[in-house]
């Protein structure tokens, strides 16, 4: 990614103060040791965290550019993005930086496997293809983001996780990531405490298909098998994995 600060407070909302400086990589964890070259330190607050303590330590640390949710005092040569949510602006940026991406994406949904789904895929992905695969399990509303803000551009190929734990949360996904092929990769119990049936979580998890032209799925995985060809048999190209194995 390549944006400057007054153009991440245009696409996201938000209020530029200080310097406008050009960001270059999404740091969100003030751990990090190697923080590589323009860099924006995310401040954001939590129910048990609140990383807006950390902006001086940031500074300290020789980085410039921020997005807080609140206005803070830097040093000149430091700037800043004030947003209401952090989060919600993060999503904004990656669902615009999404548009800006030429290859094709691939959305890694399921109960179970999204990771060892996706990188089967990239590991048997033919010689000088280039793709993107989101790192580790970023599949969170934080994670989807910040995967999708990874995309250089001219790749291929974009494998992107999505995972949910409760209602509400695959709709801003979707947005964000709206995937060209959608790949559900099983249907378990994981998370079932958030929602009031099987069938419910289901209807969340098919929410990232909703505008995907191909769709890959497996029919032993009911109810999501049968609910999929109701809800989508037409408009978009179903591929059953049993079927075609």
Request: aromatic share 6%; hydrophobic share 45%; proline share 4%.
């Amino acid at each position: 990614m390549k944006y400057m600060l007054s153009e991440i407070a245009r696409i996201c909302g938000g209020e530029l103060l200080g310097e406008d400086l050009p960001v270059a990589r999404v740091l969100t964890d003030s751990r990090n040791c190697s923080f590589g070259e323009e860099p924006l330190f995310v401040a954001m607050k939590g129910t048990n965290h609140d990383s807006h303590a950390f902006i001086g330590e940031m500074v300290r640390r020789d980085v410039k550019a921020f997005l807080a949710e609140r206005k803070t005092q830097l040093p000149a040569g430091c700037g800043c993005v004030v947003v209401p949510s952090a989060i919600a602006a993060l999503q904004q940026l990656a669902a615009h930086h999404r548009t800006r991406f030429k290859g094709r994406v691939v959305g890694i949904t399921g109960s179970n496997g999204k990771t060892v789904v996706k990188e089967w895929i990239a590991q048997t992905a033919p010689d000088g293809v280039k793709l993107f695969r989101s790192p580790r399990s970023y599949n969170s509303q934080l994670g989807a983001a910040l995967s999708l803000l990874m995309i250089e551009g001219d790749e291929r190929f974009a494998l992107i996780e999505a995972g949910i734990s409760q209602p509400g949360e695959m709709a801003r996904l979707e947005r964000m990531i709206s995937p060209d092929v959608v790949l559900f990769t099983s249907l378990g119990d994981a998370h079932q405490e958030h929602f009031a049936s099987v069938e419910e979580k289901c209807a969340e998890k098919l929410l990232l298909a909703l505008h995907a032209p191909k769709i890959i799925y497996h029919s032993a995985y009911e109810p999501l098998a049968s609910m999929l060809r109701e809800v989508y048999a037409a408009g978009h190209e179903l591929h059953d994995a049993a079927a075609e194995a």
